[in-house]
């Protein structure tokens, strides 16, 4: 399994308000086979993490690392979860998913879509075309994309945050038991303090364009909304960006 170490990153924009400095020495972990998340206030600079570690966006200065001692000279394979899930229309779910592995031969391809499809529970809608679908199938279909492509890495950039509360909470679940199949090392990006207490066992928060807070999540998976405790962790945690307080939750 693959750890993500980015170290002493700085990533600046020029724009019309000035030079927007996204990540200022930016240093973490994220630990291999886990779920690492990383929350912090709108335009703080989450997305531009996540591009730099998928590699569509390059680093000012530092450097971004990828670490398996099993495999020292191969690269991870990186599979990234967008909000929307930006599928195109005119195809079905199945031959959407198919495109993440178009580049295998066709009984392998479709081989690797309908185990993602299954995985993602979205067979049964498999021949429907994207109009068809709630905002959750929609979303399914782009994690069964994702998981096509049987990353070692996983990135969500607000995967979750397109849909309603309750549906969330199904994918939720859907999404710890899928973890726990694969076991990829996934990098949480959300603004959602609760939803980064449902599923990771690392909230960093960032801020100021560094990791200035890291919390550890205690709780055993499969966790739910009810599972105790979780409620007033996601509370101290939101608390923290109010007060500015300076603790470091064991
Ligand atoms: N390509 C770009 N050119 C200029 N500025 C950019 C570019 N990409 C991002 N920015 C700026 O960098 C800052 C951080 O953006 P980013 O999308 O990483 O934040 P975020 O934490 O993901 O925000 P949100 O939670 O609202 O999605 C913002 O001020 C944004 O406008």
Not at 30 to 53: D, P, Q
Not at 68 to 87: C, G, H, M, W, Y
Not at 144 to 150: C, D, E, G, L, V
Request: hydrophobic content about 40%; proline content about 5%.
């Amino acid at each position: 399994m693959w750890t993500i170490e980015v170290d002493q990153v700085s990533k600046a924009f020029a724009s019309d308000r000035g030079r927007v400095v996204t990540a200022d020495g930016l240093t973490l972990t994220a630990a291999a086979g886990e779920i690492t998340a990383v929350i912090g206030e709108s335009g703080c600079g989450k997305t531009t993490l996540l591009r730099m570690i998928a590699g569509l966006e390059t680093p000012d200065s530092g450097s971004i690392r990828f670490t398996n001692p099993e495999k020292p000279d191969t690269a991870p394979r990186i599979s990234v979860v967008f909000q929307e899930p930006r599928l195109f229309p005119w195809m079905t779910v199945r031959e959407n998913v198919s495109l993440a592995v178009r580049e295998l031969p066709g009984s392998e391809k479709w081989g690797r879509t309908d185990e993602a499809l299954k995985a993602v529970r979205l067979c049964d809608a498999a021949d429907a075309f994207p109009k068809e679908l709630s905002g959750g199938m929609a979303q399914r279909a782009g994690f069964a994309r994702a998981i096509a492509q049987s990353p070692d890495i996983l990135l969500l950039d607000e995967a979750f945050g397109a849909l309603d509360a309750l549906t969330r909470t199904v994918l939720y679940q859907e999404f710890q038991a899928l973890q726990s199949e694969r076991r990829m090392t996934v990098l949480l990006i959300t603004h959602d303090v609760l939803e980064a207490v449902m599923l990771s066992r690392t909230i960093l928060r960032l801020r100021g364009g560094v990791i200035d807070e890291s919390f550890a999540v205690p709780f055993p998976y499969p966790r739910s909304l009810a599972t105790p405790g979780a409620g007033d962790l996601s509370h101290r945690i939101y608390g923290t960006f109010f007060t500015g307080e300076k603790e470091e939750i064991k």
